[in-house]
């Protein structure tokens, strides 16, 4: 007769399955534990879009950690004489983590300078600001024009020949930018906007600034891309100012790196006239008779220029 009652040592069939399941749950949150950071790793690169720790160096960063010291930025500017602004949220944690990001050296001078505007993790917050300027100026030619006055009107800062640029991001954060720094960030905005855009670099005179695609009689000699002075505020195709510390005028041939081949800014025509009778007035010298004054006036009042 068989003994239904179990004798000390022997286990029913739903304990051993019990045991078995245990010993498989705890093999699981072995590997877990083991693979744990790689798999949130790989999750927050997909979220952020950043590098994850191990690809190229650079420590995982996630929405949380970026967005931390948060600050409201003005972004004044000048369109035909009427005065505008745009916010701008920035987050010192963006700041930061772009501070960590050191620019690389490419054989390739354009790749150099195309690392600074192609920052994915800068993009998510710049591409904001360039919404902004599309919800304040519906105007497509307008757009390009407060793009202009709103870089030309972030104060210039002059550093040691040595320094390495930085982000547009931290342009816009810091609230200043050499010529290369401002430039690049002008360069930035166009692009997003849909324009053709170039750097032109000055060597000899140690000046960058910006060039968009523009109709022939308006482009700086025979680049196909008209001038933008980003330093100061100034008239775009106007290159016969001084520019930079040392108030240099330029007069070499720039090297020319194409950052985007997008459309034509034909409405530059307006800038490139106001340009012309500027400088007319400009190589006037001396005292100005009552209408030269007042167009002179004008103009500056058009471009946000001081006079």
Known sequence: MKNNQLMPGDRSPLQGATIIWFFILVCIMGVAVLHGAEIASTVETFVTGAPATGETGQPVVNITDL??????????????????????????????????????????????????????????YMNRLVDSIRAAEPDRANQVRAAISLVQKIPYIDYEFDTPAKYPYHVLYHQNGDCDEKSLLLAYLLRELGYGVALFEFEEEGHMAVGIRAPEDCCYRNTGYAFIETTIASIPTDALGEYGEERVRLRSDPKVFVISEGEIFEEIRREHADAIEWNRIRDIGGDLDQYNYGRYQTLARIYGMDY
């Open 67 to 124: 967005e931390t010291g948060p600050k409201t930025i003005n972004l004044p500017y000048v369109l035909r004489g009427r005065p505008g602004s745009i916010r701008f949220d920035a987050y010192r944690g963006v700041n930061d983590y772009l501070s960590t990001k050191y620019p690389v050296s490419y054989p390739d001078e354009l790749d150099y300078w195309l690392q600074f505007i192609d920052e994915s993790v800068q993009d998510r």
